[in-house]
């Protein structure tokens, strides 16, 4: 009891005397990291400070996966996130904690721990034209461009059966890819139609013909200009009912590619 005593007191004394040194984070985790699965995965997060300060990490997001889980082992100064085998279940959102034990002031520093996605559209693929998601928070322009850069498209369901095909992908896939579990609160994934040139003139963007075929939601397209006063000019799918919506290009949301027949694929 005597040795507490005394210890509170020094603690006391030095959170006393620095009271204006804030603890300074040192090594700041980036925002993301592509991992392999079944390979090592490391990450490291360091704060200095007098006292030094505790750092510990958090595992998921609750508005975003759902939960989260504080990872027993809390450090003094630096603490490392490790997995000597990356496994589906460890892909997800992770949040350093700094904390000043004499203020009990908090920082955190949030990062996204992700597999790569090694989708492919070449003529070792199936014959057939299929549809590919990427789990990934990207804005609708960066989301044409991956998906051409794979030799693919932005999908255009073109009548029922194809728009029914997309959403059970969508469905099938988030409960498959590693990625996914970070979208449970998200419900929209980005399309390639847009009416851009002409306002409620929705285009495939690919062959620039009016669409034939449309399964908007109710009240949509609706062209909402509450933080872009020109207005929503692409489209998303909703993952749980298979409808459209009206949406602004720079919200960032994962998106579906298509990989057409392989007679029709450049290798």
């Not at 959170?15 to 392999?36: G, L, M």
Request: proline residues 6%; contains cysteine; glycine residues 6%.
């Amino acid at each position: 009891k005597q040795w507490y005593q005394r210890r509170v007191a020094i603690t006391a004394g030095i959170c006393a005397n620095v009271y204006e040194n804030k603890p300074k984070i040192t090594v700041r985790p980036d925002p993301s990291y592509t991992f392999r699965l079944g390979r090592p995965a490391k990450i490291v997060c360091a704060a200095s400070g007098m006292p030094t300060p505790y750092v510990y990490w958090i595992k998921g997001k609750k508005d975003l996966t759902n939960k989260e889980e504080r990872i027993r082992v809390t450090a003094v100064g630096e603490a490392v996130l490790f997995f000597d085998r990356l496994t589906a279940n460890d892909v997800d959102m992770y949040t350093c904690v700094v904390e000043d034990c004499c203020r009990g002031s908090i920082q955190r520093i949030e990062t996204e721990i992700k597999v790569d996605n090694a989708h492919t559209c070449n003529k070792r693929d199936p014959p057939y034209g299929f549809f590919v998601v990427v789990w990934e928070f990207t804005p609708w322009w960066s989301a044409k461009k991956w998906c051409e850069d794979k030799n693919m498209q932005l999908a255009v369901p073109k009548n029922e059966k194809e728009n029914k095909d997309l959403h059970t992908r969508i469905v099938e896939s988030q409960g498959k890819d590693p990625n996914g579990k970070k979208f449970a609160h998200h419900n929209m994934v980005w399309m390639g139609m847009s009416d851009s040139r002409l306002e409620g003139g929705f285009i495939d963007v690919y062959t620039h013909r009016t669409l034939s075929y449309r399964n908007w939601m109710s009240k949509q397209p609706d062209n909402w200009t509450k933080y872009d006063k020109v207005g929503q000019d692409v489209v998303a799918m909703d993952r749980i009912t298979g409808q459209w919506d009206d949406s602004y290009g720079f919200w960032k949301r994962p998106f579906a590619c298509y990989c057409p027949p392989r007679w029709q694929r450049k290798n």
